[in-house]
């Protein structure tokens, strides 16, 4: 087995969210503070890929919410002085002026915040808290005003979705013409995190508001997205990637790749707890609040926990949505 180095690490803080999502149930885990990992045992992490990795290495923080993380910032610019990047994933509901201008002033790469709707109620509804729309775009107000010429570069996600399906183009163009914005990339809805696994989740009464309801429909949408992609608009999804979202919206249980799941190779994750992982189907290959990365990378369990992820056919949220690879699906 070819084993490679590590390009990205996803980076889960914390379990704790003020939101109420309609895709994403980790609000509703019963969270133990006290069990997270300490910041010296992150710090810890960061040092063990000294030698390992390269500058272009990537740590990719989310949540919950990343910024309900005490020291978020500190870890920010620790792993900067380490020579690598990073990029943050957060709601926006924590970014008043004084967030802002923290961020501002730290050496975030690039923070991506949450927008799922050009109608306050279309992103309030998904989003499970009324005026999260409104806190949206005040946090993208008082970053702008803070910002400095290498400062993080301000993005938006969106999770393509029977709510808002008849918005997607008009926050394509809204991103496009707002000169504060980098890019708009675009996540397909998948299993609401945090459910128990069911292959046939999106058939339920309760996933109506989520799965769309007219596959014709939703893949005229993607192959207008991959139009505009190639046009040069300001979309962070490869073109081909929105292939592969029409297939997956015509039947999500046919796996997409040609290829076998190769996230092993290039990619783990990181729990509040310090639990290292490929993906959220396979069990952890280490932890680190004990374990050294660069020592247990290419270990024998860690390699047979690879070649389940080889394996595994399933068409999960980070295969899907996350580190897409130009492989023409469908096409």
Known sequence: MLIRKPKHCCWVLNYRCMLRCRMCYIWNIKDDKSQESTMEEKKKLVISLRGMVGPDFEFHLSGGEPLMTQGVLDLVNFIADEGYKTNMVTNGFLIDEKMARDIMDSRLGSITISLDGMNPQTHDYIR?????????????????????????????LTVIMERNLDEILQLVEHVQNDKRLEMISFQAINQPFCEEIDREWFKEDKSRSLWPQDTRK?????ERLRELRLSRYKIG???????????YFKDPNAFLKKIKCNLGDYEF?????????????????????????????????????RQDVYDCLRNCHIMVNCFYEDEPCGV
């Not at 009324?130 to 949206?136: C, P």
């Open 269 to 305: 994750h990181v729990d509040p707890y310090g639990k290292m992982f490929f993906c959220c189907l396979t069990e952890p290959f280490g932890n680190i609040k004990n374990d050294n990365i660069s020592e247990i990378w290419d270990s024998e369990k860690t390699n047979k926990i």
């Open 128 to 156: 499970g808290v009324k005026g999260s729309h409104e806190r949206v775009m005040k946090a993208i107000e008082y970053m702008d005003r803070f910002k400095r010429d290498k400062g993080p570069k301000i993005s938006i």
């Open 218 to 222: 939703a893949g005229s949408i993607m």
């Open 237 to 247: 999804n490869h073109h081909n990637h929105f292939l592969h979202f029409r297939e």
